[in-house]
C-alpha cells in the first residue's frame, strides 16, 4: 500500500471513529434530556399531589373548625361505603371460590405458591425476609 493510500485509509477509520463518538455523545445527551425531563414530570406530580393533599387537611381543619356536623357525617358515610363496597367484593369472591372445583383451587394455590417463592428469592437477595405464605395465601384456595 502505497503512502497516500495508507493516508487516505486513516482518515477513513478516522472519520468513522469520530461519527461514532458524536452518535455515542447524542446518545448520551438524549439520555440525559430524557430522565431530566422524567425528574422534572416526577417532581411535578409530586407538587401536586403535595397540594392536594394539604388542600384536604386545610378543608378538614375548617369542617372541625366550624363544628359542622354535615361534612363530618358525609366523611362517616363515605367510609362506611367503602366498607360495604369492600365487603361485598368480598363476598363475591368467596362466592366465585365455592364454586370452583378442586382442580382449580388447586391450580391458582400451586401459582401462587410460585409466584411466592419467586418474590421471596428476590426480597432474599435484597436481604429482606417475605415471610410465611400462610399470610399471604387466601385458606380457601388450599
Known amino acids: 500500500m502505497s503512502e497516500l493510500a495508507s493516508h487516505w485509509e486513516a482518515l477513513r477509520k ?7 463518538h458524536a452518535a455515542l455523545k447524542r446518545m448520551k445527551e438524549e439520555k440525559e434530556r430524557q430522565e431530566r425531563e422524567f425528574a422534572e414530570e416526577e417532581y411535578r406530580r409530586a407538587c401536586i399531589l403535595r397540594e392536594q393533599e394539604d388542600q384536604r387537611k386545610q378543608e378538614l381543619s375548617n369542617q372541625i373548625k366550624s363544628g359542622s356536623k354535615t361534612a363530618i357525617k358525609k366523611s362517616y ?5 367503602t366498607i360495604q363496597r369492600l365487603q361485598e367484593e368480598r363476598e363475591w369472591h368467596d362466592e366465585m371460590i365455592r364454586h ?7 391450580d391458582i394455590y400451586t401459582d401462587m405458591m410460585r409466584d411466592h417463592k419467586h418474590k421471596s428469592k ?3 437477595d435484597h436481604g429482606i425476609y417475605r415471610g410465611d405464605p400462610k399470610f399471604f395465601i387466601d385458606p380457601q384456595y388450599a
Open 14 to 20: 478516522q472519520r468513522v471513529i469520530d461519527r461514532k
Open 77 to 81: 358515610r363515605d367510609r362506611e361505603r
Open 100 to 106: 370452583m372445583d378442586k382442580k382449580e383451587r388447586q
Open 122 to 124: 428476590v426480597l432474599r
